[in-house]
Each structure stands twice: as structure tokens, then as C-alpha cells.
T-cell receptor, first 116, second 111 residues
């Protein structure tokens, strides 16, 4: 499967625990984006990363959320001390170029995070 | 209304009928894209239309763009049960990489 791979597909955490969401971009893509989707809503931009660099994290909550895209390995979205409001579907997308639109962003199937 | 707002929110039609969804946005854009999302899945890219284009076709899909009205429409002709999904428009205000999605149109095609 050459598409964007996200894991796990479903993640259950208790309040106060940490959640780690992984995303492997499509082969040849070096730009990764994370979005959050609440039920019955559209996707909301969180962060844009290139290898080893955070380009724009303006959509990320200031606390408890962080993201990285190391030189080797998948991109990670980390949520510390989760709260019930963090329950959502988190989608990763990747592209060849920085979102010029000529190369659209390709999305993974998401991680559905549930907080007990 | 927010950037990239679709209407109707929900649409139910019979197989074989055409389905039309609309999207309105606020700021200037370089392009507009339509995506489909099946239940529990990620988004699948359907079609991209640039700001200097007025209409674009792809198979049973027809997209129009009116930049003066800041609106776009997606027409699915001869709908099939497999077209049942949510459809989102996405814009890139100012040509940034930040896609802004609307709340989507939930289409149900009845067999």
C-alpha cells in the first residue's frame, strides 16, 4: 500500500494518559500535515511539518500537543495528559510540494482517539 | 458562515438521480478542491479547480467555480449507491498549504 499510513486506527486512553499517533507519508512525500476532525464537522488544520522541521503549528493547542517528523521514521503527534475534549479523529496528509495545490494532499484513514 | 461552508448539510436521492452540492468561501483562493469521505475512512481527493478555471469535469463529476461569488458546486451525475459519503470542499486561502474544510454535505444515495 503506497498510501499514507496511520496507526493505530483506534486508540483508547484514560484521562491523564499520553496518546501517540503515527503517520508514515506516501513514498516520495516529505511534507506532512495533521488535521483534527470532530464528529459531524470538517477537518481543522493543526500542524505542517517537513523532515526535522515544524513549519507551521498555528493550529495546535498551545499546551499538551506536540508534533515531530524525524529524519528517519514516521511523523508523531503526541498528546500529553489527555482530556475528554481530545476525543476526535486525527488525520495525517502528505504531499510532494508545500501545498501549492498542483500536488494535492493525500490523506490517511485517520486515528480515532477515545478518551475514557 | 465559515470558510468553505457546504450546503445542503444532508442530501438524500434515488440511484440514477443527479446530486448537487455547493460550497461558499470567504477569502481569495488559488484553487479549490473537493474530497469525499466514506464513513470511518480518510479523505479521497476528487478534483481540483484553479481560480482561473470556471468548470472542470472528471468522469461523472462536474465542478464549477465562480470567484466573483466565492462559490463552487459539485455535481455528481447518474448517482450510485457507492457515492454515499460525505463531500467536503477545501480551499487554500492566499495559496498557503493550510487547507480549510467546510462542514461537509452528507450524501445518501438510495438503491
Amino acid at each position: 500500500n503506497a498510501g499514507v499510513m496511520q496507526n493505530p486506527r483506534h486508540l483508547v486512553r484514560r484521562r491523564g494518559q499520553e496518546a501517540r499517533l503515527r503517520c508514515s507519508p506516501m513514498k516520495g512525500h516529505s511534507h506532512v500535515y495533521w488535521y483534527r476532525q470532530l464528529p459531524e464537522e470538517g477537518l481543522k488544520f493543526m500542524v505542517y511539518l517537513q523532515k526535522e522541521n515544524i513549519i507551521d503549528e498555528s493550529g495546535m493547542p498551545k499546551e499538551r500537543f506536540s508534533a515531530e517528523f524525524p529524519k528517519e521514521g514516521p511523523s508523531i503527534l503526541r498528546i500529553q495528559q489527555v482530556v475528554r475534549g481530545d476525543s476526535a479523529a486525527y488525520f495525517c496528509a502528505s504531499s510532494q510540494s508545500p501545498g501549492t495545490g498542483v500536488q494535492p494532499q493525500h490523506f490517511g484513514d485517520g486515528t480515532r482517539l477515545s478518551i475514557l | 458562515s465559515q470558510q468553505g461552508e457546504e450546503d445542503p448539510q444532508a442530501l438524500s436521492i434515488q440511484e440514477g438521480e443527479n446530486a448537487t452540492m455547493n460550497c461558499s468561501y470567504k477569502t481569495s483562493i488559488n484553487n479549490l478542491q473537493w474530497y469525499r469521505q466514506n464513513s470511518g475512512r480518510g479523505l479521497v481527493h476528487l478534483i481540483l479547480i484553479r481560480s482561473n478555471e470556471r468548470e472542470k469535469h472528471s468522469g461523472r463529476l462536474r465542478v464549477t467555480l465562480d470567484t466573483s461569488k466565492k462559490s463552487s458546486s459539485l455535481l455528481i451525475t447518474a448517482s450510485r449507491a457507492a457515492d454515499t459519503a460525505s463531500y467536503f470542499c477545501a480551499t487554500e486561502p492566499g495559496g498557503t498549504y493550510k487547507y480549510i474544510f467546510g462542514t461537509g454535505t452528507r450524501l445518501k444515495v438510495l438503491a
